[in-house]
């Protein structure tokens, strides 16, 4: 009880002493014979290495494998990352593990030291080797003969020798087959108590020595590993005569235990079997089983007639604690007896420790060289005690002899390491003679020693010092190679070479420097340049003579200061900005980036348009582009100019750049038919033409480009008997069907030509008159019924290519004549209140004004002139209110002779003083929409005020000309007083008030516009009493 406890608490505080040591172990598991280079473990991750707090530590983390000198490992680490690769070393487990009992685990053991000492452990690494199918099963022999008494019963059974695999598991023997059995014979395989399988003969058929004494077969054995492996032996059957009885052994199994040291020739143990035969049936042969390993038949010999087992040659428990020893009994007959001997080993103390010394820190000729700044706990190395005897007598203490600086500290069991223990000096002691000693419990108990040299190095103590450990200077850009800096300077508090100081620049230190290695002195031997590099910031050192040197480094800012040696750049050397051609004044046309690399004022830059061209604005500071001009692209598709960039150094220097503005099409042209040429043209169409036969091609044209010149074709009216279609790409008039006798004569198709402008398209309608007839013999005639053909209306629908349903078209006739009535119905009453509401002042104030008064409207909003003019006029008269005309003169550019060809459109105009005066001219305008049935409604004025120039109290019967810059599409357009007056319209222009009496009059007046096409339209407005 009392050996029981105080193993107990050596057990523990081995452990405990284990564990503060920091001591680890690690299990992995690999098979044998794999090839050199493959990962096995990586002990960072493994271990949770990474997960330590991080240190300053002195050297970077190593992992470093301590193993017995002389000794080839089967793995290697890698020092730096700890990962664990097998060798070039074959990794045998039936080499490694030998006299191992099969069933029994197999493992390789090494040691791994982690440095530096700040986080130091020993990992002790445990291998398992597992098998692999590298050994096929042999027979004992090539051939095996046995014999069977030819009185032998069917199903008798009769053993043959097993094969041996030195494999395990499933690697081993797992299956035996007959082969050429000749249905005389079978094969069984039964298991042993021991897990092995053996094979056994098993007669199927009567057997006749006479009639055949002899069979020849062959016995395959199979493992059941991958791949697969076998082997195969000649069976050799003899038919025998009868043998009735089997040999038996008093005990199937007997353990026996015999100390390592006893003498040759000792007795193991006695064995008995009997035969209830006599004669020479009942003489039986002991023999070992082809089973039992060639070390134990070495050992032991066995007495074939008596049985006994002696030893043969002297036992070693350390090369084999116990031996298994299957022996069989035998009369001759074909089914041996069988019986397990197992031979226990037993300990004696004749063993003496070992002390096996493994360096952490490689020895030179057999000396340890140490630093004497070696901190504390230094590992030096792993020494190992090891006795092969067992219990008391393999228990091994490990200690020096006298007192060191060093000690032996514990980590896995007859385990320790030496480490320093205090400060070491080299001037005290300069080198040490450890002499380890190493004894057994055993009684008497053994020891042994072992020296261990250890040798101490002098160190350079001190590091040089910078007198200043931040250095901050500036120097100007374009200084001459070769400037000096400043000097640089260090001290060192050490003596002789150690105090030796050399300057060098870092490794971050940029190659337009120099440091004079002996006095210190910085120079520029480059020319320094601030828009590559404003400031430079490295590191110069200051390294002493010592072995090993000691170096501090010092932190050098250099400035660099600006001049102005840059130029502005732009961008790009060539600017291409695209803009709608419907862009307005002072719009945004692009942006130009221009940069200067000097700094400050020498960087501050001014942009500026070349050559005084007024057509651009551009702000010198953003480099924002703007239009002082309406584009339009039929007039001048791009602009070209250059802008210059000027910095604000004392000598400035500039750059230009080319700008071209690309104008981009607006969908701002209708198609224009060219072929037919005009509305009273046609075609003849022979009636004898064939469906699908083109009979006519209409061709317009579109002064825009891109999708808003791509034109589609389409009939919108006309073709009242559908005989004719139109391909709306090509605008191919086929003929639909077979013309008929009905269908001669003159056939009115009205053609629209839509252009594909995005978001709103333009189009054009013409009369195509194709007559359909044999041939052409009075053209006056037919010219006439085109004529009377055009004034003949036709239903069309302009928007889309469909014709309205009957339904709709009644819907609208509807609609518009009750509009109409409604209509008239509020001008008459709105003409009976305006007469009798007349003020008689107001009548005074008109007899007084001799002048005509124009008023310009805001562009943006619905475009209407409207002119007032005071006059005398009689009370009774019933011509109060009449109607002015606006006629409208354009002449055309193309004229060769500069006539004007003028087109009248007369529109009614209303002039009411009253209304005029009290409307709030400054009032937000509106925005017409696209489909406003004016002719304005393309109007859009890009400019922020109004362009009329007005002349007031001009004569009564002078021409009035107004002229207005107006965009492409501007128009004006005139107001019908009836209609306006008596209209609930909410445009801004519509007289909403019509309850005084008006004097109207008839004057022209002259309005000129300019247009994008050199075209002048003139408006004459002409007044009369």
Known sequence: MDLLSGTYIFAVLLACVVFQSGAQEKNYTIREEMPENVLIGDLLKDLNLSLIPDKSLTTPMQFKLVYKTGDVPLIRIEEGTGEIFTTGARIDREKLCAGIIVDTRCFYEVEVAVLPDEIFRLVKIRFLIEDINDNAPLFPATVINISIPENSAINSRYALPAAIDPDTGINGVQNYQLIKGQNIFGLDIIETPEGEKMPQLIVQKELDREEKDTYVMKVKVEDGGFPQRSSTAILQVSVADTNDNHPVFKEDEIEVSIPENAPVGSSVTQLHATDADIGENARIHFYFSNLVSSMAKRLFHLNSTTGLITVKEPLDREESPNHKLLVLASDGGLMPARAMVLVNVTDVNDNVPLIDIRYIINPINGTVVLSENAPLNTKIALITVTDKDADHNGRVTCFTDHEVPFRLRPVFSNQFLLETAAYLDYESTREYAIKLLAADAGKPPLNQSSMLLIKLKDENDNAPVFTQSFISLSVPENNSP??????????????????????????????????????????????????????????????????????????????????????????????????????????????????????????????????????????????VIRPNISFDREKQESYTFYVKAEDGGRVSHSSTAKVTINVVDVNDNKPVFVVPPSNYSFELVPPSANPGTVVFTVVAIDNDTGMNAELRYSIVGGNTKGLFMIDQTTGNITLKEKCVLADLGLHKLIVKAKDLGQPDSLFSVINVNLFVNESMTNATLIYELVRKNIETPVTQNIETTDTSSPSSDYVKIMVAIVAGTITVILVIFITAVVRCRQSPHLKAAQKNKQNSEWVTPNPENRQMMMMKKKKKKKKHTPKNLLL?????????????????????????????????????????????????????????????????????????????????????????????????????????????????????????VSVHTRLTDSRTSTIEIYSEI
């Open 482 to 623: 070769g400037t000096q800096l400043t000097k640089i300077s260090a001290t060192d508090a050490d003596t002789g070479r150690n105090a030796e100081i050399h300057y060098l620049l870092g490794i971050d230190a940029p190659s337009e420097f120099n440091l004079d290695h002996r006095t210190g002195i910085l120079t520029a031997v480059k020319k320094l340049d601030r828009e590559k590099q404003e400031k430079y910031s490295f590191t110069v050192l200051a390294k002493d003579n010592g072995m090993p040197s000691l170096i501090t480094n010092a932190t050098v800012l250099v400035t660099v200061l600006d001049q102005n040696d840059n130029s502005p750049v732009f961008t790009h050397n060539e600017y291409n900005f695209y803009v709608p051609e419907n862009l307005p004044r002072h719009g945004t046309v692009g942006l130009i980036t221009v940069t200067d690399p000097d700094y400050g004022e020498n960087s501050a830059v001014t942009l500026s348009i070349l050559d005084a061209n007024d057509d651009f604005t551009i702000d010198p500071q953003t480099g």
């Open 884 to 1004: 002015n005309f606006v006629t409208i003169e354009e002449a055309k550019a193309d004229d060769a002779d500069n006539d004007r060809n003028a087109v009248t459109l007369d529109l009614p105009i209303e002039l009411e003083e009253q209304t005029m005066g009290k409307y709030n001219w400054g009032s937000t305008p509106t925005t017409f929409k696209p489909d406003s049935p004016d002719l304005a409604r393309h109007y859009k004025s890009a400019s922020p005020q109004p362009a009329f120039q007005i002349q007031p109290e001009t004569p009564l019967n002078s021409k009035h000309h107004i002229i207005q810059e107006l965009p492409l599409d501007n128009t004006f357009v005139g107001c019908d007083s009836i209609s306006k007056c008596s209209s609930s319209s909410s445009d801004p222009y519509s007289v909403s008030e019509c309850s005084y009496p008006v004097t109207t009059f008839k004057t022209p």
